[in-house]
Protein backbone atom coordinates (compact mmCIF):
# COMPACT_ATOMS: atom_id res chain seq x y z
CA UNK A 1 0.00 0.00 0.00
CA UNK A 2 1.59 3.16 -1.02
CA UNK A 3 2.49 5.35 1.98
CA UNK A 4 2.86 9.48 2.71
CA UNK A 5 6.52 9.79 3.84
CA UNK A 6 6.98 13.46 5.65
CA UNK A 7 10.84 14.23 6.03
CA UNK A 8 11.61 16.42 8.17
CA UNK A 9 14.89 18.60 9.02
CA UNK A 10 18.00 20.07 7.34
CA UNK A 11 19.74 23.35 7.67
CA UNK A 12 23.22 22.31 6.23
CA UNK A 13 23.95 19.70 3.12
CA UNK A 14 24.46 17.22 5.82
CA UNK A 15 21.14 16.84 6.76
CA UNK A 16 19.57 17.09 3.28
CA UNK A 17 21.69 14.67 0.86
CA UNK A 18 20.43 11.59 3.01
CA UNK A 19 16.90 13.14 3.22
CA UNK A 20 16.93 13.35 -0.39
CA UNK A 21 18.61 10.02 -1.22
CA UNK A 22 16.02 8.10 1.13
CA UNK A 23 12.66 10.06 -0.63
CA UNK A 24 13.86 9.03 -3.88
CA UNK A 25 14.18 5.08 -2.65
CA UNK A 26 10.79 6.02 -1.66
CA UNK A 27 9.46 7.33 -4.64
CA UNK A 28 10.72 4.52 -6.82
CA UNK A 29 9.03 2.04 -4.41
CA UNK A 30 5.65 3.95 -5.07
CA UNK A 31 5.06 5.72 -2.17
CA UNK A 32 4.59 9.47 -2.03
CA UNK A 33 7.31 11.87 -0.35
CA UNK A 34 7.38 15.75 1.03
CA UNK A 35 9.67 18.10 3.08
CA UNK A 36 9.26 19.96 5.83
CA UNK A 37 12.07 22.18 6.45
CA UNK A 38 13.01 26.11 6.93
CA UNK A 39 13.42 28.68 4.88
CA UNK A 40 17.02 29.49 5.35
CA UNK A 41 18.12 26.38 5.11
CA UNK A 42 19.64 24.69 2.08
CA UNK A 43 16.52 22.35 2.10
CA UNK A 44 14.56 25.09 0.61
CA UNK A 45 16.18 25.41 -2.76
CA UNK A 46 17.92 21.38 -2.88
CA UNK A 47 14.39 19.73 -1.99
CA UNK A 48 12.50 22.19 -5.35
CA UNK A 49 15.13 21.52 -7.24
CA UNK A 50 14.93 17.66 -6.87
CA UNK A 51 11.14 17.41 -7.48
CA UNK A 52 9.95 17.07 -4.26
CA UNK A 53 6.95 19.09 -2.38
CA UNK A 54 8.49 21.68 -0.03
CA UNK A 55 6.50 23.17 3.21
CA UNK A 56 8.66 25.83 4.95
CA UNK A 57 7.98 25.97 9.04
CA UNK A 58 8.99 28.59 11.38
CA UNK A 59 11.57 26.67 13.24
CA UNK A 60 14.34 28.02 15.30
CA UNK A 61 17.57 26.77 16.76
CA UNK A 62 17.94 25.78 20.27
CA UNK A 63 19.63 28.56 22.38
CA UNK A 64 21.49 27.28 25.04
CA UNK A 65 22.53 30.39 27.20
CA UNK A 66 20.08 32.45 29.41
CA UNK A 67 19.06 34.93 27.30
CA UNK A 68 15.64 37.01 27.06
CA UNK A 69 15.77 34.37 23.31
CA UNK A 70 16.07 31.56 25.48
CA UNK A 71 12.55 32.79 27.36
CA UNK A 72 10.99 33.31 24.33
CA UNK A 73 11.81 29.96 22.47
CA UNK A 74 9.28 27.46 23.74
CA UNK A 75 6.33 30.25 22.45
CA UNK A 76 8.25 29.92 19.20
CA UNK A 77 8.68 26.21 19.54
CA UNK A 78 4.79 25.61 20.34
CA UNK A 79 3.69 27.82 17.35
CA UNK A 80 5.89 25.82 14.82
CA UNK A 81 4.83 22.74 16.51
CA UNK A 82 1.23 23.66 15.24
CA UNK A 83 2.09 24.42 11.70
CA UNK A 84 3.56 21.09 11.28
CA UNK A 85 0.73 19.68 13.18
CA UNK A 86 -1.57 20.49 10.03
CA UNK A 87 0.47 18.84 7.46
CA UNK A 88 1.50 15.81 9.89
CA UNK A 89 -2.24 15.00 9.95
CA UNK A 90 -2.12 13.79 6.68
CA UNK A 91 1.26 11.47 6.50
CA UNK A 92 1.54 8.37 7.56
CA UNK A 93 5.03 8.69 9.11
CA UNK A 94 7.86 11.07 9.52
CA UNK A 95 11.24 10.70 9.68
CA UNK A 96 13.66 13.47 10.96
CA UNK A 97 17.01 13.29 9.72
CA UNK A 98 18.29 15.90 12.21
CA UNK A 99 18.56 19.39 13.00
CA UNK A 100 16.53 22.25 14.95
CA UNK A 101 13.81 22.08 11.30
CA UNK A 102 12.96 18.62 12.40
CA UNK A 103 11.94 19.30 15.99
CA UNK A 104 8.24 20.81 15.68
CA UNK A 105 7.36 17.76 12.92
CA UNK A 106 8.45 15.05 15.36
CA UNK A 107 6.83 16.41 18.30
CA UNK A 108 3.68 16.92 15.89
CA UNK A 109 3.59 13.88 15.04
CA UNK A 110 3.74 12.19 18.29
CA UNK A 111 0.59 14.30 19.55
CA UNK A 112 -1.02 13.21 16.46
CA UNK A 113 -0.01 9.22 16.60
CA UNK A 114 1.62 9.10 13.35
CA UNK A 115 5.30 6.76 13.49
CA UNK A 116 8.39 8.54 13.87
CA UNK A 117 11.46 7.04 11.95
CA UNK A 118 14.64 9.31 13.29
CA UNK A 119 18.13 9.00 11.40
CA UNK A 120 21.21 10.12 12.65
CA UNK A 121 24.30 11.11 10.59
CA UNK A 122 27.15 11.01 13.13
CA UNK A 123 29.02 8.90 15.82
CA UNK A 124 28.20 11.30 18.31
CA UNK A 125 24.10 11.72 18.34
CA UNK A 126 22.93 15.46 18.32
CA UNK A 127 20.91 17.30 20.54
CA UNK A 128 17.99 17.05 18.43
CA UNK A 129 18.17 13.20 17.96
CA UNK A 130 19.35 12.45 21.67
CA UNK A 131 15.99 13.99 22.66
CA UNK A 132 13.34 13.10 19.85
CA UNK A 133 14.86 9.14 20.26
CA UNK A 134 12.65 8.42 23.31
CA UNK A 135 9.37 9.27 21.56
CA UNK A 136 10.87 7.85 18.34
CA UNK A 137 9.76 4.46 17.13
CA UNK A 138 13.08 3.69 15.52
CA UNK A 139 16.59 5.55 14.71
CA UNK A 140 18.25 4.89 11.87
CA UNK A 141 21.75 4.98 12.49
CA UNK A 142 24.97 5.29 10.54
CA UNK A 143 28.14 4.86 12.84
CA UNK A 144 27.34 1.98 15.27
CA UNK A 145 29.06 4.10 17.86
CA UNK A 146 26.47 6.17 17.80
CA UNK A 147 24.44 3.41 20.16
CA UNK A 148 25.91 4.20 23.04
CA UNK A 149 24.25 7.42 23.36
CA UNK A 150 20.89 6.02 22.95
CA UNK A 151 18.40 5.30 25.45
CA UNK A 152 18.69 1.13 25.74
CA UNK A 153 14.84 0.83 25.29
CA UNK A 154 15.25 2.89 21.67
CA UNK A 155 14.98 0.75 18.57
CA UNK A 156 18.04 1.02 16.34
CA UNK A 157 19.52 -0.21 13.54
CA UNK A 158 22.65 0.89 11.46
CA UNK A 159 21.71 1.74 7.99
CA UNK A 160 24.48 3.32 6.87
CA UNK A 161 24.61 7.14 5.60
CA UNK A 162 22.39 7.19 2.28
CA UNK A 163 24.43 9.21 -0.56
CA UNK A 164 23.63 11.14 -3.85
CA UNK A 165 22.95 8.93 -6.67
CA UNK A 166 25.37 10.51 -8.73
CA UNK A 167 28.16 9.32 -5.96
CA UNK A 168 27.21 5.79 -6.12
CA UNK A 169 28.26 5.34 -9.48
CA UNK A 170 31.70 6.22 -8.96
CA UNK A 171 32.65 3.17 -8.12
CA UNK A 172 30.81 1.58 -11.20
CA UNK A 173 31.88 4.36 -13.61
CA UNK A 174 35.30 5.12 -12.36
CA UNK A 175 37.48 5.27 -15.26
CA UNK A 176 34.62 7.44 -17.71
CA UNK A 177 34.34 10.08 -14.87
CA UNK A 178 37.40 10.37 -14.25
CA UNK A 179 38.03 10.98 -17.76
CA UNK A 180 35.77 13.46 -17.79
CA UNK A 181 36.78 15.10 -13.99
CA UNK A 182 40.15 15.73 -15.72
CA UNK A 183 38.48 17.65 -18.68
CA UNK A 184 36.49 19.77 -16.29
CA UNK A 185 39.36 20.54 -13.39
CA UNK A 186 42.51 21.28 -15.90
CA UNK A 187 44.43 17.80 -14.41
CA UNK A 188 46.83 15.76 -16.02
CA UNK A 189 46.25 11.85 -17.20
CA UNK A 190 48.97 9.67 -15.35
CA UNK A 191 49.52 11.95 -12.34
CA UNK A 192 48.19 10.90 -8.93
CA UNK A 193 45.49 13.01 -7.50
CA UNK A 194 45.33 14.92 -4.50
CA UNK A 195 41.86 16.01 -3.63
CA UNK A 196 41.73 18.66 -0.79
CA UNK A 197 38.18 20.51 0.64
CA UNK A 198 37.06 21.75 3.97
CA UNK A 199 33.35 21.37 3.39
CA UNK A 200 30.75 23.18 1.25
CA UNK A 201 31.64 26.60 2.59
CA UNK A 202 35.27 25.63 2.68
CA UNK A 203 37.75 25.83 5.98
CA UNK A 204 40.72 28.39 6.49
CA UNK A 205 43.09 27.05 8.08
CA UNK A 206 42.40 23.00 5.66
CA UNK A 207 43.10 25.75 2.96
CA UNK A 208 46.75 27.86 4.58
CA UNK A 209 47.93 24.20 5.05
CA UNK A 210 46.90 23.28 2.09
CA UNK A 211 49.09 25.91 0.73
CA UNK A 212 51.70 26.07 2.16
CA UNK A 213 52.15 21.86 1.42
CA UNK A 214 51.85 22.87 -2.10
CA UNK A 215 54.70 24.69 -1.93
CA UNK A 216 56.89 21.72 0.28
CA UNK A 217 55.65 19.65 -2.67
CA UNK A 218 56.33 22.20 -5.57
CA UNK A 219 59.08 19.86 -7.20
CA UNK A 220 57.18 16.83 -7.54
CA UNK A 221 56.14 16.61 -11.07
CA UNK A 222 54.24 13.13 -10.43
CA UNK A 223 51.75 14.87 -7.98
CA UNK A 224 48.82 17.09 -9.00
CA UNK A 225 46.11 18.99 -6.57
CA UNK A 226 42.64 19.78 -7.06
CA UNK A 227 42.25 22.44 -3.71
CA UNK A 228 38.50 23.08 -2.98
CA UNK A 229 38.23 26.30 -1.05
CA UNK A 230 35.06 27.10 -0.75
CA UNK A 231 33.68 30.78 -2.56
CA UNK A 232 34.23 32.77 0.10
CA UNK A 233 38.16 31.68 0.20
CA UNK A 234 39.14 31.71 -3.55
CA UNK A 235 40.80 34.67 -4.21
CA UNK A 236 43.20 34.69 -0.64
CA UNK A 237 44.22 30.56 -1.85
CA UNK A 238 44.81 31.96 -5.54
CA UNK A 239 47.27 34.86 -4.23
CA UNK A 240 49.15 32.58 -1.59
CA UNK A 241 49.58 29.98 -4.01
CA UNK A 242 53.16 29.06 -5.30
CA UNK A 243 53.52 29.80 -8.93
CA UNK A 244 53.59 26.95 -11.04
CA UNK A 245 57.30 25.76 -13.05
CA UNK A 246 57.85 23.61 -15.64
CA UNK A 247 57.99 20.13 -14.78
CA UNK A 248 56.32 20.29 -11.24
CA UNK A 249 53.70 20.23 -9.24
CA UNK A 250 50.39 20.78 -10.92
CA UNK A 251 47.53 23.03 -8.75
CA UNK A 252 44.10 23.73 -10.17
CA UNK A 253 41.89 25.49 -7.56
CA UNK A 254 38.48 25.67 -7.52
CA UNK A 255 35.79 27.74 -5.22
CA UNK A 256 32.64 25.04 -5.56
CA UNK A 257 31.96 22.02 -7.02
CA UNK A 258 28.83 21.06 -7.87
CA UNK A 259 30.11 17.71 -9.32
CA UNK A 260 32.14 15.68 -6.33
CA UNK A 261 31.54 12.93 -8.38
CA UNK A 262 34.05 13.56 -10.85
CA UNK A 263 36.57 14.69 -8.07
CA UNK A 264 36.03 11.73 -6.33
CA UNK A 265 36.53 9.59 -9.69
CA UNK A 266 40.26 11.62 -10.13
CA UNK A 267 41.50 11.24 -6.29
CA UNK A 268 44.14 9.01 -5.31
CA UNK A 269 43.81 10.86 -1.64
CA UNK A 270 41.37 12.80 -0.11
CA UNK A 271 42.35 15.55 2.67
CA UNK A 272 39.03 16.91 4.41
CA UNK A 273 37.23 17.26 7.22
CA UNK A 274 35.15 14.52 8.83
CA UNK A 275 31.78 15.57 8.44
CA UNK A 276 29.14 12.28 8.17
CA UNK A 277 28.42 12.64 4.53
CA UNK A 278 32.06 13.13 3.38
CA UNK A 279 32.83 9.90 5.13
CA UNK A 280 30.00 8.41 3.77
CA UNK A 281 30.51 9.33 0.09
CA UNK A 282 34.31 8.47 0.71
CA UNK A 283 33.66 4.97 1.54
CA UNK A 284 31.49 4.38 -0.92
CA UNK A 285 33.48 5.08 -3.49
CA UNK A 286 36.26 3.02 -1.52
CA UNK A 287 38.18 6.48 -1.49
CA UNK A 288 41.73 6.71 1.15
CA UNK A 289 41.49 9.39 2.90
CA UNK A 290 43.38 12.09 5.33
CA UNK A 291 40.68 13.49 7.51
CA UNK A 292 41.20 16.55 9.75
CA UNK A 293 38.23 17.11 11.93
CA UNK A 294 36.48 20.54 12.43
CA UNK A 295 38.02 21.13 16.03
CA UNK A 296 34.75 22.92 17.26
CA UNK A 297 32.24 20.48 15.95
CA UNK A 298 29.65 19.60 18.81
CA UNK A 299 31.01 16.77 21.50
CA UNK A 300 33.90 16.23 18.93
CA UNK A 301 31.26 14.31 16.69
CA UNK A 302 33.74 15.01 13.27
CA UNK A 303 37.05 13.05 15.72
CA UNK A 304 34.59 10.39 16.27
CA UNK A 305 33.41 10.25 12.88
CA UNK A 306 37.39 10.11 11.61
CA UNK A 307 38.37 7.31 14.33
CA UNK A 308 35.30 5.42 13.00
CA UNK A 309 37.22 4.86 10.04
CA UNK A 310 40.98 5.40 11.31
CA UNK A 311 39.93 1.89 13.46
CA UNK A 312 39.43 -0.21 10.21
CA UNK A 313 42.56 1.26 8.01
CA UNK A 314 40.07 2.86 5.87
CA UNK A 315 42.14 6.79 6.98
CA UNK A 316 44.79 8.20 8.53
CA UNK A 317 43.13 11.40 10.91
CA UNK A 318 45.20 13.97 11.87
CA UNK A 319 44.15 16.99 14.64
CA UNK A 320 43.74 20.77 13.86
CA UNK A 321 45.69 21.59 16.27
CA UNK A 322 48.43 19.81 15.14
CA UNK A 323 48.21 20.56 11.29
CA UNK A 324 50.78 22.55 9.24
CA UNK A 325 52.35 23.02 5.75
CA UNK A 326 54.94 20.86 6.55
CA UNK A 327 53.26 18.27 8.53
CA UNK A 328 50.59 17.82 5.71
CA UNK A 329 52.90 17.99 3.18
CA UNK A 330 54.64 14.93 4.93
CA UNK A 331 51.44 13.13 5.24
CA UNK A 332 51.20 13.42 1.79
CA UNK A 333 53.87 12.06 0.63
CA UNK A 334 53.88 8.90 3.02
CA UNK A 335 51.02 8.18 2.18
CA UNK A 336 51.28 8.36 -1.59
CA UNK A 337 54.74 7.21 -2.14
CA UNK A 338 53.42 3.98 -0.65
CA UNK A 339 51.19 2.59 -3.13
CA UNK A 340 50.79 -0.60 -0.66
CA UNK A 341 49.64 0.54 2.14
CA UNK A 342 47.79 3.17 0.19
CA UNK A 343 45.54 0.36 -1.73
CA UNK A 344 44.73 -1.38 1.35
CA UNK A 345 43.58 1.59 2.88
CA UNK A 346 41.38 2.11 -0.03
CA UNK A 347 39.76 -1.66 -0.05
CA UNK A 348 38.92 -0.90 4.07
CA UNK A 349 37.64 2.13 3.34
CA UNK A 350 35.31 0.46 0.55
CA UNK A 351 34.82 -2.31 3.04
CA UNK A 352 33.32 0.81 5.51
CA UNK A 353 31.31 1.99 2.97
CA UNK A 354 27.06 1.03 2.85
CA UNK A 355 26.10 2.01 -0.61
CA UNK A 356 22.82 0.41 0.42
CA UNK A 357 21.40 2.85 2.95
CA UNK A 358 18.80 5.11 1.15
CA UNK A 359 17.40 0.94 0.58
CA UNK A 360 18.16 0.10 4.37
CA UNK A 361 16.75 3.52 5.55
CA UNK A 362 13.39 2.79 3.30
CA UNK A 363 13.04 -0.81 4.67
CA UNK A 364 13.42 0.38 8.28
CA UNK A 365 10.81 3.48 7.37
CA UNK A 366 8.01 1.13 5.35
CA UNK A 367 8.88 -1.05 8.69
CA UNK A 368 7.23 1.27 11.64
CA UNK A 369 3.72 1.42 9.93
CA UNK A 370 3.49 -2.69 10.45
CA UNK A 371 4.27 -2.28 14.16
CA UNK A 372 1.07 -2.34 16.72
Known amino acids: MPLHVLV ?17 ALRDRGHAV ?13 VPAAGFDFHPVSARPLVRSLSLAALRQPFAQLSAVREAGILVQGTDIVVGVGGYASVPAV ?5 HHVPIVLHEQN ?21 PDARRS ?4 VRTAVTGNPVREE ?42 AATGASRQLADRDDLQVLLITGPAHLDDVRRALPREHEGGLLIR ?21 AGATTIAELTVCGLPSLLIPYPYATNGHQEANARALQRVGGAGVLLDDQLSAIVLAERIEGLLDHGEQLGAMAERSRSFGRPDAAGRLADLTESVQALP
Open 8 to 24: AGGGTAGHVYPGLALAS
Open 34 to 46: SFMGTEGGLEAKL
Open 107 to 111: LAARR
Open 123 to 143: AVPGLANRLLSRISDAVALSF
Open 150 to 153: MPRR
Open 167 to 208: ILRVPVERDRLATEGREEFGLIEGRRTVVVFGGSQGAVHVDR
Open 253 to 273: VAGYVDRMDLAYACADLVVSR
